[in-house]
């Protein structure tokens, strides 16, 4: 069993950043595919960035590339997503995600779920 515990979000004004962690139990997080999801009111959870479990990868929704930025460190079992240049349209709630391969997480069915942290930036 893995359980991942996000923290990092809040409110923030549009231009401004946050960075939000992802902390893993377990010793199998360094074997995991990590990555980051959202989801805003009456709309599809969308993907937003994934990280292979040796960093070599990245992938992000098209929209926050240059902006946002993902990261593990493997020691700590704890992922980010440091995000700059925050616009109103990316508030929404945000998830963390691990899965043992590319495919079920890119699709938004990982093997696991973090509880998710509400990110709200205001214009």
């Known amino acids: 069993q893995v359980q991942l515990v996000e923290s990092g979000g809040g409110l923030v004004q549009a231009g401004g950043s946050l960075r939000l962690s992802c902390t893993a139990s377990g010793r199998t997080f360094s074997s995991l595919v990590m990555g980051w999801f959202r989801q805003a009111p009456g709309k599809e959870r969308e993907f937003v960035s994934s990280i292979s479990w040796s960093s070599s990868s990245t992938s992000y929704l098209d929209s926050v590339k240059g902006r946002f930025t993902i990261s593990r460190d493997n020691a700590k079992n704890t992922v980010y997503l440091q995000m700059n240049s925050l616009k109103p349209e990316d508030t929404a709630v945000y998830y963390c995600?691990?899965?043992?391969?590319?495919?079920?997480?890119?699709?938004?069915?990982?093997?696991?779920w973090g509880q998710g942290t509400q990110v709200t930036v205001s214009s």
């Open positions: 995600a691990g899965d043992f391969g590319t495919v079920r997480l890119r699709r938004g069915v990982p093997a696991y």
